[in-house]
């Protein structure tokens, strides 16, 4: 079986391209593994698995996938669709034009498809008639907002999101959530949408470095967009009691840092508040173990799991998370749940209580890191990858069969 892997590649800053690397060393032990890109550059490292190659997705065509492998069997295209136009813009335009296991990784994909035309990666006609298409004539107009800007992306996705657009030519998906996989398949009969749990590298067993004085060391970090309830924090923040001492350090892309920015100069807490932008996984990792608390709140949720609580896990941290969607499916001892409707009120008592007792998240993180290991082993998620790609060449080839009996038929009555 060969596998071409359509997907963003380290050093993007994307956890997808980190995911990526984490399951090759098991999934290339199970198939002839071609990473595609269209990046101009990669980590070589990735090369002691398997080919990478390079790629232009507006002219490649099956057939130099077909050439670009050593072996003779089957061959399925997986390619990865996420929320950034960045790194998936090109991805989308592909998936369009060749039949592929779709992985999605967000099922709200709009701010995705609106930036890509904004930044003349993707035509508007295209993303207005599949709006259309999908949603009818309030969708076209809706679209038509957004393109326009006068309304976001992220306040259509829970009744719009999108990724209908990426699925036309799907000859399956993939996705890490069972709402998601549920929301796909009550809207599609076909193509078949497979679940598996999002993998992550088992690390060694965390050593924790949280201090027992001085400030309450909050942490969020990835990419964070307008559902990453990073403003809504900082108001609860703001509202704390003079007393409260806390240092909330904030490692990753931001959408717009200038709105985040002026928010901490309007609250008062820029002095309290670092913004570090991308950081390496020895950084990241090292603050996720100083972290009394991770914050990892997802609201409207984008139908993703999440790949960030799976690294806050694997270093046995303890996070609070919006109970909603993929989260809402987690057993109540691993996370800390924060319900929308009450966010303020929640997130006040919680950090109250951690700075009481710093060690008080500390059965969250134990219990976490055990469900980690029980349920996101790369070498499961690789086996599943296998399978899908059988079942997608099986239903391919049925498909081709019907066609070219439908061929036969009408060609023995004349017909074509």
């Known amino acids: 079986m060969t596998i071409h892997w359509v997907s963003p590649l380290p050093p993007a800053e994307t956890d997808i391209a980190h995911y990526t690397a984490r399951i090759l060393p098991a999934l290339s032990a199970r198939a002839e593994v071609i990473l595609w890109t269209n990046a101009l550059e990669w980590d070589v490292s990735l090369e002691r698995y398997c080919t990478v190659r390079h790629f232009d997705p507006d002219t490649i065509l099956p057939r130099a996938f077909t050439a670009a492998r050593c072996g003779t069997g089957p061959e399925v295209v997986f390619i990865h669709i996420g929320n950034s136009w960045v790194y998936h813009a090109g991805f989308l335009r592909l998936a369009q034009r060749i039949p592929s296991v779709i992985v999605l990784h967000d099922l709200a994909i709009q701010e995705l498809m609106i930036e890509a035309v904004e930044y003349n990666e993707w035509e508007a006609t295209r993303y207005l008639a599949g709006m259309e298409k999908w949603y009818g004539a309030e969708g076209r107009q809706i679209g038509e907002a957004c393109l326009n800007k006068d309304k976001r992306g992220s306040e259509i996705c829970s009744r719009m999101p999108g990724y209908e657009l990426v699925l036309e030519k799907a000859l399956s998906v993939l996705t890490h959530s069972s709402p998601g996989q549920a929301v796909i398949q009550a809207r599609f009969a076909e193509p078949a949408c497979h679940l598996l749990p999002l993998p992550f590298e088992i690390g060694p067993t965390p050593q924790r470095a949280q201090l027992s004085h001085g400030p309450l060391r909050l942490l969020q970090f990835g990419w964070i967009g307008p559902n990453r309830r990073l403003e809504q924090v900082l108001d609860a923040l703001s509202q704390m009691p003079a ?43 090292n603050a996720l173990r100083q972290a009394d608390l991770v914050l990892n709140l997802r609201h409207p949720t984008m139908g993703e799991a999440s790949g960030s609580q799976l690294r806050i896990w694997n270093a046995g941290a303890p996070a609070a998370v919006t109970y909603h969607g993929w989260y809402a499916e987690l057993p109540e001892d691993v996370v800390y749940f924060i319900d929308i409707d009450d966010e303020v009120a929640q997130l006040h008592a919680l950090f109250t209580t951690l700075a009481a007792d710093r060690r008080a998240g500390a059965d969250i993180g134990a219990a976490g890191r055990t469900y980690f290991e029980a349920h996101h082993a790369p070498d499961s998620y690789a086996e599943g990858i296998v399978k899908i790609a059988q079942q997608a060449v099986e239903k391919d080839n049925e498909k081709l069969a019907v066609r070219l009996s439908a061929k036969y038929y009408l060609e023995r009555l004349g017909l074509a």
């Open 243 to 285: 007393d409260f001492d806390f240092r909330l350090d904030i490692m990753g892309k931001i959408w717009n840092p200038a709105i985040i920015q002026a928010k901490l100069v309007e609250l008062n807490l820029a002095h309290r508040v670092h913004l570090h932008g991308f950081v390496s996984e020895a950084v990241l990792e």
